[in-house]
């Protein structure tokens, strides 16, 4: 497997030189919203360990991101009034990977509401403002 590239976008943010809708911040994880949502809320965590994908990164590293994913996930139900939750990891180009930097997408779902294809719309950044702070509003909450 290809080594752990420190200029990926992701490790920009982590770093702080590059932005981000951040919405949560702990010890050994990010949250930020996705700005090309396939969903409303769409967030990404990410660990602050570097590690390209599920393929090398440490099971506790992994862990703390599960954790991380499962509270967006319960603050962005009450946030969007989601029905339910869309938790993905891709790991490497072959299983749907783009940004090389470990990431869980968790996007809060709506009865017979699709996603959109990955990618395919840069959302609005006031629409991006007022989601994050929804969330952020929502994680105070829980
Ligand atoms: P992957 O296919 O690697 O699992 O997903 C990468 C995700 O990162 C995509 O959903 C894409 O919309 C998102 N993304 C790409 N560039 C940026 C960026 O600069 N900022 C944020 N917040 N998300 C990004």
Redesign the pocket.
């Known amino acids: 497997m290809t080594a752990y590239d420190p200029n990926n ?2 490790a920009k ?1 982590l770093r702080g030189e ?1 932005p ?2 951040k919405v949560y911040e702990d010890d050994h994880v990010i949250a ?7 969903t409303p809320g ?1 967030t ?1 965590v990410i660990p602050k360990a570097p590690a390209r994908n599920i393929l090398d990164i440490a099971q506790e590293d992994f862990a703390h991101v599960a954790r991380g994913a499962h509270k967006i996930a319960q603050a962005a139900k009450q946030a969007f009034q989601a029905d339910g939750m869309t938790i ?3 790991s490497e180009a072959s299983g ?5 930097h470990l ?1 869980m ?1 968790v996007m809060p779902r709506h009865d017979n509401v699709g996603l959109l294809p ?2 395919s719309r840069k959302e609005d950044p006031k629409v991006l403002e007022d989601n994050a702070t929804k969330l952020i509003a929502a994680l105070a909450a829980l």
Do not use: K, S, T
């Open positions: 976008i992701f943010i590059f981000c809708y930020f919203l996705d700005i090309m949502p396939r769409h990404l993905a990891q891709y749907g990977q783009v940004v090389f990431h997408h990955a990618a």
